[in-house]
Nanobody, 125 residues
Framework: QVQLVESGGGLVQAGGSLRLSCAAS????????MGWFRQAPGKEREFVAA????????YYADSVKGRFTISRDNAKNAVYLQMNSLKPEDTDVYYC??????????????????WGQGTQVTVSS
C-alpha cells in the first residue's frame, strides 16, 4: 500500500502561481511513476503531468505545457506540481497518483494504483 496526501491548493488570481505537494508513505516511493490529474464535478479525471521513477523524464498535457512543472524528490518521498500563469480553466480538484506500471501508460488514470484525497485549486478571473 502507498498512502498519498496532497497539499498546497487554494484560491489564486489568474496569472498567479501555486505549488502542490504530495507526500507518500508506505512502499518504496522510487518504485512508482507519479502523476497529477484533475477533475471537475461531473467530468472525467484528466491527466495533467507525470514523472518517471528517477525523475529524469516528465510528461505534460498540452493544456499545461510550458506553465506547469512536475518534479520529485525520492529522498523525501514527495512529488510536486509547480503551476504558473494559472487560468480560470485550471480550476479543479487536483489528485496525486502512483502507478507501478510502465511509464508508457502515464496518461491513463485506470493504470494508477493509488490516489490521494485531492486538493482544490480555484483560479479567479
Amino acid at each position: 500500500q502507498v498512502q498519498l496526501v496532497e497539499s498546497g491548493g487554494g484560491l489564486v488570481q489568474a496569472g498567479g502561481s501555486l505549488r502542490l505537494s504530495c507526500a507518500a508513505s508506505g512502499r518504496t516511493f522510487s518504485n512508482y511513476v507519479m502523476g497529477w490529474f484533475r477533475q471537475a464535478p461531473g467530468k472525467e479525471r484528466e491527466f495533467v503531468a507525470a514523472i518517471n521513477r528517477t525523475g529524469g523524464r516528465t510528461y505534460y498535457a498540452d493544456s499545461v505545457k510550458g506553465r506547469f512543472t512536475i518534479s520529485r524528490d525520492n529522498a523525501k518521498n514527495a512529488v510536486y506540481l509547480q503551476m504558473n500563469s494559472l487560468k480560470p480553466e485550471d480550476t479543479d480538484v487536483y489528485y496525486c497518483a502512483a502507478t507501478a506500471s510502465s511509464s508508457y501508460f502515464y496518461a491513463r488514470a485506470d493504470k494508477y494504483d493509488y490516489w490521494g484525497q485531492g486538493t482544490q485549486v480555484t483560479v479567479s478571473s
